[in-house]
């Protein structure tokens, strides 16, 4: 089955989300995850996380749960705070979730929750194209979101390998636990 029948299932059935760890499509990003540093997904999930917030922002100006989560998970990351201080706060983004109705931006909170995630395992960090792509679908519509769909899975390999290039002059500071 290929990813757009997958995804109209998904939709027929009214899944919130519209991939899985299962899917076909997802399964070369997987493995391409799983051969990088802790840190590059970090890395990778942040610029991401970013993005979503930016669109998100447009829309609820006042909303801070989202943006405190990446700042939550990057000073985790650097050791600053400890794991329970910034797991509130990703569940806080997680939650701004169930107050809107916006099906693109409900998977967009939660894209962005599973992308701050990474710092706790990298295994979650498949949550955020999981979360993104459907944000995508429900934007575009299933008929018009192939191209889009595809350019960004390009967009998600594309940036793991810029960071694996770059990782070591990024500056940034690491807790212990992030340099294993």
Not at 6 to 22: C, D, V
Not at 89 to 115: N, P, T, Y
Not at 154 to 169: C, T
Request: proline share 2%.
């Amino acid at each position: 089955m290929n990813w757009i029948d997958e995804a109209a299932a998904r939709l027929k059935k009214k899944n919130q989300i519209l991939f899985t760890k299962g899917s076909e499509y997802m399964q070369d990003l997987i493995l391409l995850f799983q051969s990088q540093s802790h840190r590059v997904i970090s890395l990778w999930a942040f610029d991401f996380a970013e993005e979503s917030i930016s669109l998100l922002d447009g829309k609820y100006p006042e909303e801070c749960r989202p943006k405190e989560a990446l700042d939550a998970a990057k000073d985790w990351a650097a050791g600053r705070i400890d794991m329970r201080m910034a797991q509130r706060k990703i569940l806080d983004c997680h939650a701004f979730s169930k107050e809107i109705d916006c099906r693109e931006d409900v998977a967009r909170c939660h894209a962005i929750g599973q992308a701050c995630a990474t710092v706790h395992t990298a295994g979650h960090a498949i949550g955020y194209p999981i979360y993104d792509l459907s944000a995508i679908i429900y934007k575009l519509g299933l008929n018009n979101c192939k191209e889009a769909v595809e350019q960004r899975k390009q967009e998600y390999i594309d940036k793991l390998f810029y960071w694996n290039r770059h990782l070591e002059e990024c500056g940034v500071e690491w807790a212990n636990f992030m340099l294993k």
